[in-house]
């Protein structure tokens, strides 16, 4: 965990890639939101950056970072899933801060069992076919051959990939795991994207429209370290 002091951010690295086009990061403490850590509504994928703070950041332990990514896809003909091809997508933030601690780093994600009904609805439907393997390879395939075609639907899983309490694990450098089911939702969800955009859409970590369907890793926190 973290030392009773807390620990010093002083810079942010937001990453998404091509579809990505707004990142936010904000921090909470006690069920209170302070003032936002960073904010870019202007993402390019070909002009990445740190971004360094004017004045340092205490995060204490018990607090809790939210990242939002918002996405554009609909010039896209084929399905966008979350990996780590260019390609794909992936919602990042790496903070950097001291002093070091033996940590590496957390992810929270959408878990199959939240997207299983709704899967399982596509299927019924024959908007989605049955995936052919029972593994991540097999779903991966079935969804690039899904087509939704309801605005209603695109709305539901919007709604699951967004609001769903996720589950999240993180890692410690002696790559010990800790996994667990994380209780809180994000509050008061706030879209980032550039709304200067006539095709901004500001679905957070998922974006969807008719046609596509999007399956993202909900947020991930890496934390670098100080040496």
Do not use: W
């Amino acid at each position: 965990g973290l030392p009773e002091s807390g620990l010093n951010l002083f810079s942010i690295f937001l990453h998404t890639h091509l579809a990505g086009i707004a990142l936010s990061a904000r921090h909470f403490r006690n069920g209170k939101e302070l003032p936002m850590i960073a904010e870019n509504r202007h993402y390019d994928f070909n002009y990445q950056e740190n971004l360094h703070f004017k004045n340092e950041i205490k995060m204490l332990p018990g607090d809790s970072i939210a990242f939002t990514c918002s996405y554009q896809t609909l010039d896209r003909k084929k399905v966008t899933l979350g990996g780590i091809r260019t390609v794909d997508e992936m919602c990042f933030g790496y903070l950097f801060y001291y002093p070091k601690i033996q940590f590496t780093g957390c992810a929270s994600i959408t878990t199959y069992d939240m997207l299983l009904p709704y899967l399982n609805k596509l299927i019924k439907q024959r908007r989605m076919p049955v995936p052919k393997q029972n593994n991540t390879d097999g779903l991966a395939e079935a969804l690039k051959n899904t087509t939704i075609g309801d605005q209603g639907l695109i709305d539901e899983l919007q709604k699951i990939q967004t609001y769903s309490a996720p589950a999240m694990f993180c890692r410690f450098r002696n790559r010990t795991l800790i996994t667990g089911g994380y209780s809180t939702k994000i509050p008061n969800f706030k879209p980032v994207a550039n709304y200067t955009k006539d095709d901004a859409y500001n679905h957070a970590v998922s974006i969807c429209s008719v046609n596509l369907i999007t399956t993202l890793i909900y947020a991930v926190l890496v934390v670098f370290v100080v040496l």
